[in-house]
């Protein structure tokens, strides 16, 4: 049969791997599409696209352009607004879904977390005395911490933040993971902090500063996840998502499609 159509959401380490672990398979003529909110995102060989689809219409209508016979949803835990609209495009178009969803960070012995729906509970979590507080939520979504200008942030993201976003006292540090728990601790310990906010990503790769965290007996502020559509095909990590597809290709092959 002629190659598998695959177009992969991306925006995660899972997504790039899965890319990867694509390339060369002649079963599989895969598309990774990226939001587009870094100017330099390492890009795997296979086609790419970049930028949003235009709602669920706009994706509804690359699929069938493209005619695309499988979707994997691999964006990041907190991207759930992209994980609606491939839900609800690829139920419109008849495509199967797969949804790779990460694990969620669990505390581990000894760690306590103040567990937050939103930023906005982040910033209030942090109370009124001044501290030194680590952020590491992406560039996106510092506006809120605004509000409490008595606190010094260090933030750390892949590429610098809008200046107008940022609270007055703050340094930046761009940086793209992963970042081992040894190298953490000593930027913890260099920048003095005493409280840590983070998203519940589930990353590995970024895990390192919570062990260190925890070592120190720094607070965390755990920025919960959003919740996310059901989708009918679920892997967590880029293998299992291969696997779906690898899978997928044999059925159309068997009907002869
Ligand atoms: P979002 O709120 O789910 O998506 C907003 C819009 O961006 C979507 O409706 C879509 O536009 C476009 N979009 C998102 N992902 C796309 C993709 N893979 N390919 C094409 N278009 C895509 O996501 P977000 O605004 O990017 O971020 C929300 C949260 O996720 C933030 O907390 C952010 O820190 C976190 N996050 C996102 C990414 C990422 O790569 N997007 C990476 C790390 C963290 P259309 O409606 O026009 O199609």
């Known amino acids: 049969m002629t190659p ?7 925006g995660t380490g899972e997504a790039l791997a899965l890319s990867r672990a694509l390339v060369g398979d002649h079963r599989f003529a895969a598309t990774l599409s990226l939001a587009g909110r870094t100017t330099l995102p390492v890009l795997p060989p296979i086609g790419h696209r970049l930028g ?8 509804v ?5 493209e005619r695309i016979a499988a979707l994997v949803d691999a964006t990041h835990p907190f991207a759930a607004q992209i994980s ?22 669990e505390p581990k012995p000894g760690e306590h977390w103040t567990m937050v729906p939103d930023l906005g509970a982040g910033v209030a979590a942090l109370g009124r005395a001044p501290r030194r507080v ?7 979504e510092l506006a809120p911490f605004r509000a409490a200008p008595w606190h010094f942030y260090v933030i750390r993201s892949v590429e610098p933040p809008d200046p107008a976003h940022l609270p007055p006292r703050a340094e930046i540090i761009a940086a793209r993971g992963p970042f081992a728990e040894a190298d953490e601790r000593a930027l913890l310990i260099e920048k ?16 390192g500063k919570l062990d260190a965290a925890r070592g120190l007996g720094i607070a965390v502020v755990m920025v919960t996840r959003p919740i996310l559509p059901d989708a009918d095909h679920v892997a967590a990590d880029a293998e299992g998502a291969r696997a779906w597809l690898v899978a997928r290709h044999a059925e159309l092959t068997r009907r002869g499609v």
Do not use: C, D
Not at 4 to 10: H, M, P, Y
Not at 84 to 105: T, V
């Open 4 to 10: 598998l159509r695959v177009l992969i959401l991306g």
């Open 52 to 59: 949003g689809f235009g709602g669920v219409t706009g994706m």
């Open 61 to 65: 209508a690359y699929l069938r352009t």
């Open 84 to 105: 609606r609209h491939a839900q609800r495009a690829a139920r419109e178009s008849g495509i199967p879904l797969l949804a790779l969803r990460r694990p969620a960070w």
């Open 134 to 140: 680590f952020l590491t939520i992406g560039r996106q």
């Open 192 to 207: 003095g902090i005493e409280v840590l906010v983070t998203k519940n990503s589930g990353a590995q790769a970024v895990r």
